[in-house]
């Protein structure tokens, strides 16, 4: 029970550095009478919403559905206002049970701002836990996917007579023309993924290229017909201390403060007289 209540407080913690650390001035996204909507507000709403989305990364019109929500949900609580909702006893009551949220969430913040974890703090836990460091093989790829082998074998075989140095360039202009899953945008951007990230036929497909290299045949999942270009490859290994410091000193960082807070609660559970009605 402790455990959740405290993951509860670290993602509330979480959430309100989050919305409180902002590196760059906020966009202009929309204005309705003498409301400005920034793309600061577009953030706040996904993230209330729960959607863990970059705003920026959206097309047009998902973009546009997200700011006319905005602009709707500003004129109705202007409307609510106007019917001089805040004058009731309800929504009295719903505001002071907001300000102990944030109340919380601000003095969590201030707690997680006082932790600090140095360099040698992350070296000494890396290398006392080397199996947490090892990095499985790598594979960056691109990959266009249709419903048929003869259309696969037909888009192939046109890249395959693309200049090398255009080949890449050639795979995403087909990727956005031919493929049928919602990488095509991104000109069958793929990423970086491991093994267990892909079926199984699409690995094996991709572990017989080399960077560069492109399907010599189409490669068949229970998904269709795919046709894969290797970017880039990294074997496997151990992440080096100075790529995984940062993150690793984060990681630390939240262990510390969870303690600390756990720690906090329990000496004030102690001090407290408590009586829980059965």
């Known amino acids: 029970q402790n455990h959740i209540i405290m993951k509860k407080l670290l993602i509330s913690s979480v959430a309100a550095m989050a919305l409180s650390c902002s590196l760059f001035s906020a966009s202009v996204v929309a204005t309705v009478n003498d409301k400005t909507i ?41 409307e609510a206002i106007k019917d001089g909702v805040q004058n009731s006893d309800e929504f009295k009551n719903e505001l002071e049970k907001a300000k102990n949220e944030i109340s ?23 290398d006392a836990n080397p199996d947490k460091f090892k990095q499985p093989e ?5 990959h266009i996917i249709v419903k048929t082998e003869a259309e696969a074998k037909k888009i192939l075989g046109e890249l395959k007579s ?23 945008e991104d000109g069958g951007n793929l990423g970086w993924f491991s093994e267990g990230r892909m079926v199984k036929e699409f690995v094996a497909g991709a572990k017989a290229l080399k960077k560069g290299e492109l399907s010599k045949a189409p490669v068949k999942s229970q998904f269709g017909y795919h046709i894969i270009y290797l970017v880039d490859y990294k074997p496997a290994g151990k992440v080096s201390f100075e790529n995984a410091k940062e993150q690793l000193k984060q ?12 720690a906090k609660a329990k000496s004030l559970k102690e001090k407290a007289k408590i009586e829980i009605k059965k």
């Open 251 to 262: 990681l630390l960082r939240m262990d510390k403060f969870r303690d600390s807070v756990a």
């Open 104 to 126: 919380l969430e601000v003095w969590m913040k201030k707690q997680f701002d006082k932790v600090t974890v140095a360099d040698d703090e992350a070296k000494k836990f890396y």
């Open 162 to 184: 693309a200049p090398k140095d255009k080949l890449e360039d050639s795979f995403i202009a087909a990727a956005k023309k031919h493929s049928i899953d919602g990488t095509k």
């Open 38 to 78: 920034t793309s600061d507000d577009v953030a706040a709403f996904l993230k209330a919403n729960q959607a863990p989305v970059d705003f920026s990364s959206l097309t047009g019109e998902v973009k546009e559905k997200i700011i006319n929500q905005l602009i709707e949900k500003y004129l109705l609580t202007s």
């Open 138 to 142: 790598l594979f960056n790829a691109r």
